[in-house]
């Protein structure tokens, strides 16, 4: 029965696990995704513009691993110069 319960409680943790990577993998995407469009000449909406900043700003608190923060500050970089560029044409 203890083997039962601590094979349980593992279980759970690594479920718990997988759904925190997850998200951090949604949040990395909702920073990258966008700024990747912009590059490429796509169209990003006002809307997932600001949601990309908001990401990219949660992420560069929140990573520690010196290659992902590279490319999230190079990300937050092109957003908030396409956030500038869509504010002085205004």
Request: charge should be positive; include cysteine.
């Amino acid at each position: 029965m203890p083997r039962f319960i601590g094979l349980a409680l593992c279980a759970a943790a690594l479920v718990a696990a997988g759904a925190s990577a997850q998200a951090a993998g949604n949040e990395l995407s909702s920073c990258l995704d966008p700024s990747t469009a912009i590059e490429a000449g796509g169209d990003v909406s006002d809307k997932e513009l600001a949601a990309a900043q908001n990401a990219c700003a949660h992420l560069r608190q929140s990573t520690q691993d010196p290659k992902i923060l590279g490319r999230i500050n190079a990300a937050a970089a092109n957003l908030a110069a396409e956030a500038q560029r869509r504010k002085s044409k205004h």
